[in-house]
T-cell receptor, first 111, second 114 residues
Framework: GQQLNQSPQSMFIQEGEDVSMNCTSS?????WLWYKQDPGEGPVLLIA?????ELTSNGRLTAQFGITRKDSFLNISASIPSDVGIYFC???????????FGKGTSLLVTP | NAGVMQNPRHLVRRRGQEARLRCSPM?????VYWYRQLPEEGLKFMVY????????ESGMPKERFSAEFPKEGPSILRIQQVVRGDSAAYFC????????????FGPGTRLLVL
């Protein structure tokens, strides 16, 4: 499948700081999704993006579908301790059935 | 996790035994995906099924692994003669045909092969 390069691999920040992570690829995609996974649980959908250039917010989270269709970013504003977890980007290639996943960004937030 | 159910949540098997993992999709969803996650890794696609049909099994190992989604009942991922390398978290996701492509995941089954 088409590889998604997710960065950074991990982040260690203080409560109240803003966070930014992104995924890039050499391939184009029709859909970008951002998930959060807590230890021992399945991924939970945070934001879904379906059109190039689309910018969508969900509370303190904002994500954008890159205009080239090859990248996406996720921002978290004013982080809080419960934001701790692993964040995954996922994308659906054209005419494909299954999502490709990035390797995740591990976020740690200190009070 | 939006109503996708998986069981068991944890499964321990000895090498050579069989593992059966079950997934019940969200109500109204007729498409099921299985993914495998190794420690420190993202999810890797294994197989995509509709009711009574395997649509895409390109991510599934050719031997020992099989999947089904019968007309009635849950989807089953079956691993025969398990080996230590099969130890992983296995996630099921579902979505509803005709909607924008958004997959909702179950809580996963953690398989440990001793």
């Amino acid at each position: 499948g088409q590889q998604l390069n997710q960065s950074p691999q991990s982040m260690f920040i203080q409560e109240g700081e803003d966070v930014s992570m992104n995924c890039t690829s050499s391939s184009i995609f029709n859909t970008w999704l951002w998930y959060k996974q807590d230890p021992g649980e399945g991924p939970v959908l945070l934001i879904a993006l379906y059109k190039a250039g689309e910018l969508t917010s969900n509370g303190r989270l904002t994500a954008q579908f890159g205009i080239t269709r090859k990248d996406s970013f996720l921002n978290i504003s004013a982080s809080i301790p419960s934001d701790v977890g692993i964040y995954f980007c996922a994308a659906l290639p054209p005419a494909a059935d299954a999502l490709n996943f990035g390797k995740g960004t591990s976020l740690l937030v200190t009070p | 996790n939006a109503g996708v159910m998986q069981n068991p949540r944890h499964l321990v098997r000895r090498r050579g035994q069989e593992a059966r993992l079950r997934c019940s999709p969200m109500k109204g969803h007729s498409h099921v995906y299985w993914y495998r996650q190794l420690p420190e890794e993202g999810l890797k696609f294994m197989v995509y099924l509709q009711k009574e049909n395997i649509i895409d099994e390109s991510g599934m190992p050719k031997e020992r692994f099989s999947a089904e989604f019968p007309k009635e009942g849950p989807s089953i991922l079956r691993i025969q003669q398990v080996v230590r390398g099969d130890s992983a978290a296995y996630f099921c996701a579902s979505w509803r045909s005709g909607y924008q492509e958004t997959q909702y995941f179950g809580p996963g089954t953690r398989l440990l092969v001793l």
